[in-house]
């Protein structure tokens, strides 16, 4: 089967083409992602109607292009898969047009995949891994652990009260003047910093479930640099160190509760499965492979380009939902919200994140 | 807008139906480019630029503006009536979108987002002015109060997806390319850039 995916529910325009579902390993045959930070940089954040604008003007380009390095025809693929939400509507409504046209001139199947479910589901693009697993589930809009049952079957066990991880790592970008996204920038710094000069908590540890909560680190963070006023490079080399290693030990903590929980409600994980643009983190990969290994379970990470939004991991989402007839219609309506687990309870203050 | 991104493609899907004609048969697809709702643009824009990639047909983009005086019964020179024809769109906003145009339909101006108190002097001095457009009612009170001659148009507010398509089939010729159409906006982004920041006195 060959699909083709659309991505374009945040900041990245992104069109790929896989193959794969018929016995043979899947393939991915193109990945195109066109990044708008640069656009987005000097507001600190992602405007929404810039966003929006910059995926129209973009994402026919892009899917041809994807069409193009993957030496494919419309009229040889078997579903086109989009990203149908969550997430900035101006921009998820572009894409999804976008694969309407196109499923309706050429009588595709077409698929509108939750954006955390391509997420979710990457690693399975990357590796042979059965269900059930254990999937922690962090990025920019999103700080969640469920279990996964199947294509479509989550289970929320726990998820961030407040911030999602991916925006603690850029508020705590911004505030040591690091720019947008701060992720990344926080992650290089911290590679030189001395992560034991400052003693920062680690919010929620020890307490019972599997909850995340980051507003505390993130206001300690900003007490320590007010305490130094004008911080050196090596004092914010040393803070981004310590607020890497708070959020390394809490995830460890937080990933083992949920890891009871699983077993007692599902059994055995398949694995420890790590997705989202924080995935990318080489720091916390690592630092989350150590406590796998503690417990006896493999961690699973898709390499760090698929960690972050492309339009494969929504194009095998799509695979995944195709082969099991979970089509959809074209009278689809773009989802802003659209929780993985919709029997979960909402969680206080988190919002959309939860 | 609710609902546009649901129904629009499952109405292409019927009127191609009913027309027993296929996509491949299309000789080009029009499309308004606004001005107009933001979303509601970039929807019909998206559907319209997916088709023309998948089917490989041309693209033919239509102002609001034109569509709105294409779809005018008569835009005769009436000398008589009026000197001249001000499009007048609703933004649901203080000001109001608006091109001028002379009788025989050229346009005059370029299309502006214009503040209401600018409204006067932007219709010129070819007067009476003929107001058109779904923003012609409280154009035309604007107009009035600042003591401009103006007549209201009966011509229906907004144009219909025939108006679009019969506009096409009588000014696209083969060959006449858009390659990446664009919505008209005519207002940019709602965004303000940070003030910039002491890292020391307030992070």
Redesign the interface.
Known sequence: MNLLGIETSCDETSAAVISGGNGAAPSILSNVVLSQVDIHQPYEGVVPEIAARAHLSHIDRIVAQAMDEADIDFAALDGIAVAGGPGLIGGVIVGVMTAKAIAAVHKLAFLAVNHLEGHALTVRLTQDLEFPFLLLLVSGGHCQLLAVTGVGAYHRLGTTLDDALGEAFDKTAKMLGLGYPGGPQVELRAKTGDAGRFDLPRPMRGRPGCDFSFSGLKTAVRRRIEKIGAPTDTDIDDICAAFQCAVGDVLADRAGRALDIFERRFGDPSALVVAGGVAANQYLRGQLSNFAAARGLELAAPPPDLCTDNGAMIAWAGLERLRLGLTDGLDFAPRPRWPLDPNAAPAMGAGVKA | MR?Q??????M??AVMAEAAAD?GNLDVIAVTIGPGA??GL??G???????????GTPLFGVSSFDAVLAGAPVVAPDESTHKSVLVALETKRADIYAQMFDTAGAPVSDPAAVEETALAEFAGAELPVLVMGGGAERALKVLEAGGVDAVLSPAPAHADAGTIARMAASHWRPGLAQP?L??L?LRP??????AP?D??AK?
């Open positions: 609902g991104a649901e129904a629009l493609v499952p292409i899907e996509y933001f979303t970039r929807i824009l998206a559907t319209a630029r997916a088709f023309s990639l998948a089917a990446s664009e919505p906006y982004p709602d965004a303000t850039l940070p920041r890292l020391a992070p």
